[in-house]
């Protein structure tokens, strides 16, 4: 079935290096959402693509979607310690609507202060 | 404006029994959406419910079941309790076509 594969699992950083994720799919995506989960939280929508090679900011995090709409990334500059969570990626399931995601397995940032 | 709520927060049961999640959208949400999210894992999509009908399955067992009820709340009912149903349940409600919004979800203990 459709699959959305994230990388790296884990992620440490320093206060201030930069991070980023990857999402892949061996499919092309309708559109790409990411997701941010506090420990202990829940889910909370951060951004949609949908068009082919977007770009969009949200202040220090930096949103792209891939040409071929296989792929998208998440990078944060000179993360915080307020940047800890675990980041995924979701795409519309095939043949459903926005409210049938398949997530990614996330990113698992820890930010050392 | 109040979230998207869930009840109870937490829940221990043991195997072989029956358990009932229930979820309030938002107001004026009529999607209202149920997702599994197993420790580690990205949350796993079960059901979709829009207008009280479903709209979307997931590959879960027959175990497994849902409805809407006119006021869009919703409730998840789970038979027949594994272990393995240990898990944080999720809803979440969405405007069509929109972004979904999660609730903070039932922790379900299956011993």
């Known amino acids: 079935g459709q699959q959305v594969m994230q990388i790296p699992q884990y992620q440490h950083v320093q206060e201030g290096e930069d991070f980023t994720t990857y999402c892949n799919s061996s499919?092309?995506?309708?559109?790409i959402q990411w997701y941010k989960q506090r420990p202990g939280g829940h889910p909370v929508f951060l951004i949609q693509?949908?068009?082919?090679?977007e770009v969009k900011k949200q202040k220090r995090l930096t949103f792209q979607f891939g040409e071929a709409k296989k792929n998208s990334s998440l990078h944060i500059t000179a993360t915080q310690t307020t940047d800890v969570g675990t980041y995924f990626c979701?795409?519309?399931?095939?043949?459903?609507?926005?409210?049938?995601?398949?997530f990614g397995k996330g990113t698992k940032l820890s930010v050392k202060p | 404006d109040a979230g998207v709520t869930q009840s109870p927060t937490h829940l221990i049961k043991t195997r072989g029994q029956h358990v009932t999640l229930r979820c309030s959208p938002i107001?004026?949400?009529?999607?209202v959406s149920w997702y599994q999210q197993v420790l580690g894992q990205g949350p796993q999509f079960i059901f979709q419910y829009y207008e009280k009908e479903e709209r979307g399955r997931g590959n879960f067992p027959d175990r497994f079941s849902a409805r809407q009820f006119p006021n869009y709340s919703s409730e998840l009912n789970v038979n027949a309790l594994l272990l393995g149903d240990s898990a944080l349940y999720l809803c979440a409600s969405s405007l069509v076509g929109s972004e979904q919004f999660f609730g903070p979800g039932t922790r379900l203990t299956v011993l």
């Open positions: 107001s004026g949400h009529k999607s």
């Open positions: 979701a795409s519309m399931n095939y043949g459903g609507s926005q409210g049938n995601l398949i």
């Open positions: 693509l949908v068009k082919s090679g």
């Open positions: 499919t092309t995506l309708s559109n």
